[in-house]
């Protein structure tokens, strides 16, 4: 069968299983776009390409799918370096078609060039400049294989103009698919070492004070269930990091929640001394670590991870094992059952009674509001949890808001947390909360965000309106770059340089309104539930709700940056004194 590039690119994707892409045309990719009229795959047009690469992040955090995005060449390929470098520092499966020049133009600066694989190298898993159209299959195949299999991850495939256009002989192609992929050099490890996995079981059942230390590694292998097996089995307290967070349920009583700068005290410090850690898909981020060389002092280290340079990348483990999360704690398992347990786990009652006890006197806790005081951010994030399904799916931006929401939402379901980890990328809320919904219609979809992160990306609710893909935002406006605020009032001697951003302006309710969405403005406690309530009936278009909050609320408890985990503070003042018999 003859096709031209373009036709084959789109024939590829149909056979990868693509149900939807996010793009924004241009001259390059222009004859792509042509086939998509006759393609059973939706195209939602955005209205800046950063928000297509979110979008697509989305819906690939939600659905476990690959996302899809494709935009054309130069200004529009730079524009997608950001969600292409989110999504390889959180391992988001995502495939990126970018157009580009003729190949007869390639070097010469051509109108709208770019070297896009050589400015997306160092972002991307892989990408590929094809310049044959006989190879565009093929390459589609291979791309597909790359960002879902090992450790998942952005892949990009760069399409000159000409090897796509019907008009142009070199577009002609005979079209075929690769059943199989043949990437010499490129063998993902799933399975664990036997060895290695029997030796983590042994420490563990050796082990007093225990924990696992569950990263989005769990997600990423859809591995919740395998992990929740593991915990009761071995009855071993669960902090779950803050790409993990649904990765093992809030209600559980084994869950401590979650560490790092901010996560809560018992997590925190239960990290930090214990005797074991298990470290399942985490990469020792230095938001959970705080000053490495202070780090966990006393624990040995298992460390699980489909990429075996994560292994001795910061801690060096004492059973170090690289392969599929799943797949490991499955064996594992197997493993701790040959060894008699749960009856052969030495006695951790007192680790047990000592973790009961942080959580009973530091819990999470912040001051409610006066009597016609002024709104408090975390009231607004419990409201809004109570008032939601159970396996409402929550995107966040970066900030204060982010924290507060992973703090004070109950997550007892997986891929139900959509953020930005690794990047921290301000503007990632709405269009991952559109790609989301457009993965999961059948899903309540929350993004929360906050008032400088919301005017970054606020335009692709048009997209969400004009699609009628009814996402529902609530923008914490304290008028601030929160965070930035928090640290300049805290280490800067309260020298607020260029932080301010103002109440008023713009003005939110408008704006959403004149973007086609509903909206709100929320500026007492009274106000916050109705509002949530008529927010959560409304279903055929989005929903923006500006819920005006106290600029003087700092996130806590919080590990300043290059500080030990054991210098928590749970307010402004305070460091608890760790009244516990173990440490060097």
């Known amino acids: 069968m003859q096709l031209n590039g373009g036709q084959a690119l789109i024939k590829a994707l149909e056979m990868e299983g693509v149900e939807v892409i996010f793009g924004l045309p241009g001259g390059a990719i222009l004859p792509v776009y042509d086939p998509i009229i006759d393609s059973p795959i939706r195209h939602i047009l955005v209205r800046h390409e950063q928000g297509a690469g979110h979008m697509a992040e989305g819906y690939a955090h939600a659905t476990g799918r690959p996302g899809v995005a494709m935009v054309t060449s130069g200004p529009a390929a730079t524009n997608v370096v950001t969600p292409l470098c989110d999504a390889y520092m959180d391992s988001i499966p995502m495939v990126m078609i970018t157009g580009q020049v003729p190949t007869s133009a390639l070097g010469t600066d051509a109108f709208q060039e770019c070297d896009t694989t050589g400015i997306t190298m160092p972002v991307t898993k892989h990408n590929f400049l094809v310049t044959e159209a006989a190879d565009i299959p093929r390459v589609i195949r291979e791309a597909f294989h790359i960002a879902t299999t090992g450790r998942p991850g952005p892949v990009l495939v760069d399409i000159p103009k000409d090897i796509v256009d019907p008009r142009n002989p070199r577009s002609a192609m005979e079209w075929y698919w690769p059943e199989s992929v043949n990437l010499p050099g490129y063998n993902p490890r799933s399975n664990g070492d036997p060895a290695m996995i029997r030796k983590a079981a042994e420490l563990i059942l050796a082990s007093e004070r225990p924990v696992i230390y569950a990263g989005g590694g769990i997600l990423k292998a859809r591995a919740a269930e395998a992990l929740r097996t593991l915990a009761e089995l071995t009855d071993i307290r669960v902090v779950t990091t803050l790409m993990a967070r649904g990765a093992f349920p809030d209600d559980h009583p084994l869950a401590l929640g979650m560490p790092g700068m901010h996560g809560n005290f018992t997590a925190v410090t239960a990290i930090q001394r214990s005797d074991l850690l298990i470290a399942l898909g985490s990469r020792f981020d230095d938001r959970v670590t705080g000053r490495v060389a202070d780090f966990a002092p006393d624990a040995k280290v298992i460390h699980v991870d489909i990429d075996p340079a994560e292994l001795g990348k910061v801690r060096v483990p004492d059973a170090g094992i690289a392969g599929d999360c799943r797949l490991v704690i499955e064996e594992l398992i197997v493993a701790l059952r040959e060894l008699g347990a749960p009856d052969t786990l030495a006695d951790s009652s007192t680790w047990k009674s000592t973790i009961s006890g942080w959580q009973e006197r530091y819990p ?30 929550v995107a966040s931006g970066v900030g204060q808001h982010q924290m507060w929401t992973s703090q004070y939402w109950r997550f007892n379901h997986p891929y139900t947390w959509v953020n930005s980890g690794g990047l921290g990328t301000m503007g990632f809320s709405v269009p991952a909360a559109i790609g989301a919904k457009v993965g999961r219609p059948d899903r309540m979809v929350w993004a929360v965000d906050g008032d400088g992160c919301f005017q970054m990306t606020a335009q692709e609710l048009v997209t969400a309106a004009a699609e009628r893909i009814p996402v529902k935002i609530a923008i914490l406006n304290n008028a601030y770059l929160g965070m930035v605020r928090q640290w300049q009032e805290m280490f800067y001697e309260e020298r607020y340089s260029e932080v301010y951003l103002s109440p008023d302006l713009p003005d939110y309710k408008m704006w959403a309104e004149a973007m086609g969405c509903v909206g709100m403005r929320v500026e007492s406690p009274e106000e916050v539930a109705p509002a949530i309530e008529k927010a959560n009936a409304i279903n055929d278009r989005p929903v923006v709700i500006e819920f005006r909050t106290d600029s003087g609320e700092k996130v806590f408890p919080m590990v300043a940056a290059g500080a030990s985990n054991d210098e928590i503070m749970t307010d402004d003042h305070t460091r608890p004194a760790l009244d516990i018999p173990w440490s060097r």
């Open 364 to 393: 999470l806790t912040y001051e409610p509001s006066e009597p016609g005081g002024l709104l408090k951010p975390q009231y607004v994030l419990e409201q809004l949890h109570a008032a939601c399904p159970d396996d409402t799916i």
